[in-house]
């Protein structure tokens, strides 16, 4: 505990500057940040972000509505929240990208690796109707229910996709 001797005043002048602010809350910010995130490197990039957002928003910065101490630590949890919100937005964006992936691990399960290779240089669209007409072995005219195109048109692209990987496997 300190003691307060007559000489600090019990009250603290606003500070003059960001750079003042800055220069006497700086510690503060990095700490708060780095107990959210947990992470070093993560509250740092967030610590200079939030004075980024404060060099933008000084002059909004009013001392009778709290002190500078408090009006950075506010912008420093509105970053860190951002962070936290674009952070699961790119891991959900992630787990959907390796979804195909997985699904079509399950699909190839037992294949020759000869005829994976051979799938894996098809498109899309071309492994996309390979897998509902000859795994899943919708019919024609489910299969285009599913894709939104006419069962000829369903048809066609077998054809050609069955084409395209006979060859693939006859160069392998």
């Known amino acids: 505990m300190h003691a307060v001797t007559l000489e600090q005043p019990l009250v603290t002048r606003p500070p003059r500057s960001l750079a003042e602010a800055a220069e006497a809350h700086l510690d503060d910010v990095l700490g708060y940040l ?6 070093r490197e993560t509250a740092e ?4 972000s939030t004075f980024e957002k ?3 928003l000084w002059e909004r910065f009013d001392p009778r509505r709290g002190s500078a101490r408090t009006w950075l630590l506010g912008i420093a949890r509105t970053t860190a929240l ?8 790119r891991r959900k964006r992630e787990e959907a990208a390796a979804l195909p992936e ?4 399950r699909f190839v399960e037992g294949l020759s690796p000869e ?3 051979a799938l894996a240089t098809l498109s899309a669209g071309e492994r996309e109707v390979i897998a509902l007409r000859i795994v899943l072995e919708l019919d024609g005219d489910a299969a285009a229910r ?3 195109i006419s069962p000829t048109a369903v048809s066609t692209r077998l054809s050609r996709a069955l084409k395209r990987l006979e060859e693939r496997v006859n160069e392998g």
């Open 82 to 89: 951002d962070w936290f919100r674009a952070e699961s937005r």
């Open 102 to 105: 997985r699904i079509e691990e």
């Open 34 to 39: 780095l107990y959210l995130t947990r992470d």
């Open 54 to 56: 404060a060099v933008r």
């Open 146 to 148: 599913v894709l939104g």
């Open 45 to 48: 990039d967030l610590t200079s």
């Open 115 to 117: 005829l994976e290779t």
